[in-house]
C-alpha cells in the first residue's frame, strides 16, 4: 500500500488540476501547474543524486518555492529536513549533520546561512529548486510507516531533538484537520502565514489546505495591517495562526475601516489564547475563534473546539477523529496514571498522530512515550463535558511559598486591564520564597499605567499567592518565529529586576 504526502499535492492536482492551488503576491499556480512544477524539481533531484530514502534539508521563506521542494523531495522519495529560519550557520550545520541530509535547498537572504553551514557539514548547498527538463514521470510510493518529515524542536535544553513524522502522521492529520474541523472546500481560501518549516503552518495550513482542493494564500512576512489587507483583498475564508497574530490583527483593524467580508472562521494554535483577546477578535470580524492543541510530536493536532460537539472558550476541546487524550499524574514518570476529570496533570495522547520518535534518540524517545501515550509536558485538566484546558506548561510552572501557581491563568486576568496591552508572566528566583511571580506588560499605546497600579489592581482579582510582586514594562515581548513568546528569555532577563512594590 502507497502512502505518501506527496500524494496530497498529487491527488488534488488529478482532480482540479484548473485550480488556483497557491498565491504569493502577483503570483497564481494551479494544482497542475504546481504539481508539475514539483515533479520537475523531483527530476532535478535525482539528476543531482538524491535517492529514494535521502534526506534534504529545506532552508526557505513562506514561498512558492517552498511547495515546489517540499512536495518536489516527496515525490523523489527523500525525506524532508526543514530548517528554522533564524538559525544561525553553526546550527544549520548540526541540523544537517545530525540528520544525516545530503543537501540543502535555499535561496533570497537565507541562502548565506545556509551555504556556510553546508560548506561546513561537507554536503552541498542548492540555490533553488532543482529543476529537470521532463518532469519525474510518478511519484515514488511509500509505506504509511516510511519517515516523510523530520522536524528539529526547539527544546528546553542542550541541542534540539529531531522529530520523525510518517506519511501516515501528516496525510491523516492534514486530512482531519481540513475534512472533519474545518470543512474547508473548493471556495475556500486559507491564509498561510505561519512558518512552513513549523508543524502547524505546514500539516494545517499547507498540506490541509491542499488535501481538499482549497486555496493557500502565502505570506513571507506577517504584520497585522499586512495580513488585515490580505484578508480583505484575497477574500479568505479561514485564517490560521497563534496568539500574537489574533492581536496584531486586532490592534491593526482598530485603526482601519478594512474588514474581511468572507471570513467564516479562524483558528488558533501555538499557544494559549487569552479569552480577553478571542472575544476582541470575535467581535471585531465578526467570526467564530476554533482553538485547538497540539504539538510537533502529534503531527500537531490533537484536540480541537469542533462546532459539531460545541465550543467553549478558553479550552482546546475535544480530541480529533482516531486521537485518544488522558490526564496522567505528572510526578509518575515510568508509567502512565490516568486521573479523573477535574484533576490537574500532565496531557498525554495517543492515536494516528503520535510521532514515530526522535532521530538517534532512544532515550529521549523512551521517556516521551510511555505505554503507548506520548507525554506532552503541559498541564491541563479536563472538565465533566470533556472539554480539555490547558493550564500551563510543566516547566513554566512557577511555585511561590509552595504554591503551585499557573502563569496562564495570572496572565489571563492582568491583559484584561483596559492599559495592558500584552502581558506574559514568569517566574523569577526569590530567597524568601523560592520563586516570585513577574508580570512583563506591553502597555496599550498613549495608556498611562505604573508598576504600583497595576499590582494593585491584580491584588483585587488575584489569590494572594497569585498576583505578581513585579512588574515590568516592555516595548514588545520577544517572540519565536512561529509567534510564540519566548518565555525563557523573559526570566532570564527579569530575574533581580524587582519593581512594583508590596508583598
Known amino acids: 500500500m502507497s502512502l505518501s504526502v506527496a500524494g496530497v499535492l ?8 484548473d485550480r488556483i492551488a497557491v498565491v504569493e503576491g502577483a503570483t497564481r499556480l494551479t494544482y497542475g501547474e504546481l504539481w508539475t512544477e514539483a515533479l520537475r524539481c523531483a527530476a ?17 521563506p513562506n514561498t512558492t518555492e517552498f511547495l515546489r521542494v517540499y512536495y518536489g523531495a516527496l515525490a523523489a522519495g527523500a525525506t524532508v529536513v526543514p530548517v528554522h529560519a533564524l538559525l544561525v550557520a553553526d546550527e544549520v550545520r548540526y541540523v544537517l549533520e545530525h540528520s544525516g541530509a545530503v543537501g540543502i535547498v535555499s535561496g533570497g537572504p537565507l541562502w548565506a546561512v545556509a551555504d556556510e553551514a553546508a560548506r561546513a557539514a561537507g554536503v552541498r548547498a542548492f ?34 531533538k529531531g522529530a520523525l513524522l510518517t506519511h501516515l502522521n501528516i496525510v491523516m492529520n492534514a486530512s482531519v484537520t481540513s475534512q472533519d474541523l474545518l470543512g474547508l472546500g473548493a471556495g475556500d481560501v486559507v491564509l498561510g502565514c505561519l512558518p512552513l518549516f513549523h508543524s502547524y503552518g505546514q500539516t494545517c495550513a499547507m498540506n490541509g489546505t491542499l488535501r481538499q482542493g482549497a486555496t493557500l494564500v502565502l505570506m513571507p512576512r506577517f504584520s497585522g495591517p499586512a495580513a488585515l489587507r490580505v484578508l480583505a483583498d484575497e477574500g479568505v475564508t479561514v485564517f490560521m495562526g497563534v496568539p500574537t497574530m489574533y492581536h496584531a490583527l486586532v490592534e491593526a483593524a482598530a485603526g482601519a475601516e478594512v474588514r474581511p467580508a468572507a471570513l467564516r472562521a479562524a483558528v488558533s494554535g501555538g499557544a494559549a489564547l487569552p479569552v480577553a483577546v478571542l472575544e476582541r477578535f470575535e467581535e471585531t470580524f465578526d467570526t467564530q475563534v476554533l482553538e485547538g492543541y497540539g504539538l510537533t510530536e502529534t503531527s500537531p493536532v490533537a484536540t480541537f473546539n469542533q462546532p459539531h460537539i460545541g465550543r467553549r472558550p478558553g479550552t482546546v476541546g475535544h480530541p480529533v477523529w482516531g486521537v485518544e487524550v488522558g490526564i496522567a499524574d505528572a510526578a509518575v514518570d515510568r508509567e502512565v496514571v490516568l486521573l479523573a476529570d477535574g484533576a490537574v496533570g500532565e ?16 532515550e529521549a524517545t523512551a521517556a516521551a512515550v510511555v505505554d503507548g501515550w506520548f507525554r506532552t509536558g503541559d498541564l491541563g485538566v479536563r472538565d465533566e463535558d470533556g472539554f480539555l484546558r490547558i493550564v ?11 504554591f503551585n501557581i499557573y502563569p496562564r491563568e495570572v496572565e489571563e486576568v492582568l491583559v484584561r486591564h ?11 528566583p526569590d530567597e524568601a520564597k523560592g520563586e516570585e511571580v513577574c508580570a512583563v506588560v506591553v502597555r496599550r499605546e498613549g495608556a498611562p499605567l505604573s508598576e504600583e497600579e497595576l499590582v494593585d489592581w491584580s491584588r483585587e482579582r488575584l489569590g494572594r499567592h497569585k498576583y505578581p510582586r513585579i512588574v515590568r ?14 518565555k525563557r528569555a523573559l526570566a532570564a532577563h527579569s530575574d533581580g529586576a524587582r519593581e512594583g512594590g508590596g508583598r
Open 127 to 160: 540555490p533553488g529548486a532543482p529543476t529537470a527538463a521532463e518532469p519525474l514521470a510518478a511519484p515514488e510510493p511509500a509505506e504509511p510507516s516510511d519517515i516523510a518529515v523530520i522536524l528539529y524542536t526547539s527544546g528546553t535544553t542542550g541541542r534540539p
Open 10 to 17: 498529487g491527488e488534488s492536482a488529478r482532480h482540479f488540476p
Open 347 to 362: 496531557v498525554v495522547v495517543r492515536g494516528h498522530n503520535v510521532f514515530a520518535g526522535y532521530l538517534n534518540d532512544p
Open 418 to 428: 483596559p492599559s495592558v496591552s500584552e502581558v506574559a508572566v514568569v517566574g523569577v
Open 473 to 486: 514594562f516592555v516595548g514588545e515581548l520577544p517572540l519565536g518565529p512561529t509567534g510564540k513568546v519566548l
Open 44 to 60: 532535478g533531484l535525482r539528476e543531482a543524486g538524491v535517492k529514494p530514502g535521502d534526506r534534504l534539508a529545506v532552508l526557505l
Open 392 to 402: 500551563d506548561r510543566k516547566k513554566d510552572l512557577v511555585i511561590r511559598g509552595g
